[in-house]
C-alpha cells in the first residue's frame, strides 16, 4: 500500500511540475494572443468606421481558441475587426518566428474587401487558432497569393482605417520591427498596378524614421501605394486636424488600451 501511494505521490509531483513549466513559457513559443475586453475590443474595431457607418457594421471579435466570430451582425455592407496577426505579417521575405501579442490593427472593409481582402485576417486567425507554426501560417498565406487563391476586390471600394492606434510592422516589406502609431487613413482598393502607374508616393527612408520617432507619418498630399498585387491599396493619411479630433473622441479608449500593455500607448509627441 505505501509503495502504491508512493508511486501515485511521485507522479502527481512530477505532473504538477510539468505542468508548472508549461505555464511559465514564454508568450512567443504559443499560437495564443490574450483577449480584449468584448466591449473595449469591439469599441476599436469600430473606431475604424467613420460615424456614419459604425451602427449599420457587422464586428468582428477574435476568440482565441477559434478565430474571429461575428459579435454583432450589420446592414450596410460594412465589416470590422481588431487583428491581432494583421496581414502585414506576411510581406517580406524576414523570418515570422513567433507570434506576437501586441499587435493591434483595426482594420475595415466595405463589401468588396469583405469577400476578398478580409478572408486573409479571417484565415490567418483560425489557422493561428488551431496552432498552426508562425512560419508555415507566413509560408502558407504568401503561396496562396502566389496561386491566385485570394482574388482581387471584384469592384473598385475602400477600406477606412481611422482608428486612432495601431500597432503593427514598421517597414514590413524588409523587417520584423514594430512600431505604435497614430495614422488615421483611408485606403482605396488598387489590385495590381504600381506606384508609377497611379504616380504614388514612395515611403522613403526619411519617412520611416519620422515614424519612428514621432509615431506617425508625416502629412503628406499625395496618396502611398500599400502592398503591391492583388490586395494592393491606395492610403490617404487624414489631415492634422482630422486625426487630433479623432484621438481626442477616443481618448478613455486610449487610456484603457494603454493601461492593458504598455505597447499600447501612444508615443509622446
Given at each position: 500500500m505505501?509503495?502504491?501511494?508512493?508511486?501515485?505521490?511521485?507522479?502527481?509531483?512530477?505532473?504538477?511540475?510539468?505542468?508548472?513549466?508549461?505555464?511559465?513559457?514564454?508568450?512567443?513559443?504559443?499560437?495564443?494572443?490574450d483577449s480584449l475586453p468584448r466591449?473595449?475590443?469591439?469599441?476599436?474595431?469600430?473606431?475604424?468606421?467613420?460615424?456614419?457607418?459604425?451602427d449599420g457594421a457587422t464586428v468582428?471579435?477574435?476568440?482565441?481558441?477559434?478565430?474571429?466570430e461575428v459579435a454583432r451582425k450589420g446592414t450596410n455592407g460594412f465589416h470590422t475587426l481588431v487583428a491581432r496577426t494583421g496581414d502585414d505579417t506576411f510581406r517580406g521575405k524576414w523570418p515570422?518566428?513567433?507570434?506576437?501579442?501586441?499587435?493591434?490593427?483595426?482594420?475595415?472593409?466595405?463589401q468588396a474587401g469583405a469577400e476578398a481582402n478580409m478572408k486573409v485576417f479571417l484565415d490567418a486567425a483560425e489557422m493561428q487558432a488551431k496552432g498552426t507554426p508562425p512560419q508555415e501560417l507566413k509560408r502558407l498565406i504568401q503561396e496562396r497569393f502566389k496561386t491566385n487563391y485570394y482574388k482581387a476586390p471584384a469592384r473598385p471600394g475602400i477600406s477606412y482605417m481611422l482608428a486612432p492606434i495601431q500597432r503593427?510592422?514598421?517597414?514590413?516589406?524588409?523587417?520584423?520591427?514594430?512600431?505604435?502609431?497614430?495614422?488615421?487613413?483611408?485606403?482605396?482598393?488598387?489590385?495590381?498596378?504600381?506606384?508609377?502607374?497611379?504616380?504614388?508616393?514612395?515611403?522613403?527612408?526619411?519617412?520611416g524614421q519620422h515614424l519612428m520617432q514621432h509615431g506617425r507619418w508625416r502629412e503628406t498630399p499625395y496618396p502611398q501605394l500599400h502592398t503591391?498585387?492583388?490586395?494592393?491599396?491606395?492610403?490617404?493619411?487624414?489631415?492634422?486636424?482630422?486625426?487630433?479630433?479623432?484621438?481626442?473622441?477616443?481618448?478613455?479608449?486610449?487610456?484603457?488600451?494603454?493601461?492593458?500593455?504598455?505597447?499600447?500607448?501612444?508615443?509622446?509627441?
Open positions: 505505501r509503495s502504491t501511494q508512493a508511486i501515485v505521490l511521485t507522479m502527481g509531483l512530477l505532473f504538477s511540475v510539468a505542468a508548472s513549466a508549461q505555464n511559465k513559457q514564454p508568450a512567443g513559443n504559443t499560437h495564443r494572443v466591449d473595449l475590443e469591439v469599441q476599436l474595431a469600430l473606431s475604424a468606421l467613420p460615424p456614419h457607418l459604425r468582428y471579435v477574435l476568440t482565441p481558441d477559434k478565430g474571429f515570422f518566428s513567433k507570434y506576437r501579442d501586441d499587435i493591434l490593427y483595426p482594420v475595415s472593409f466595405d503593427t510592422y514598421a517597414d514590413p516589406d524588409n523587417s520584423g520591427d514594430v512600431e505604435t502609431i497614430n495614422f488615421p487613413h483611408v485606403m482605396t482598393y488598387a489590385s495590381n498596378v504600381s506606384a508609377e502607374d497611379v504616380g504614388a508616393a514612395t515611403v522613403t527612408p526619411e519617412e503591391p498585387g492583388p490586395h494592393g491599396y491606395m492610403i490617404h493619411a487624414r489631415g492634422k486636424a482630422e486625426t487630433e479630433t479623432i484621438t481626442k473622441e477616443y481618448q478613455p479608449m486610449l487610456a484603457r488600451l494603454c493601461k492593458l500593455k504598455e505597447e499600447w500607448c501612444l508615443p509622446l509627441k
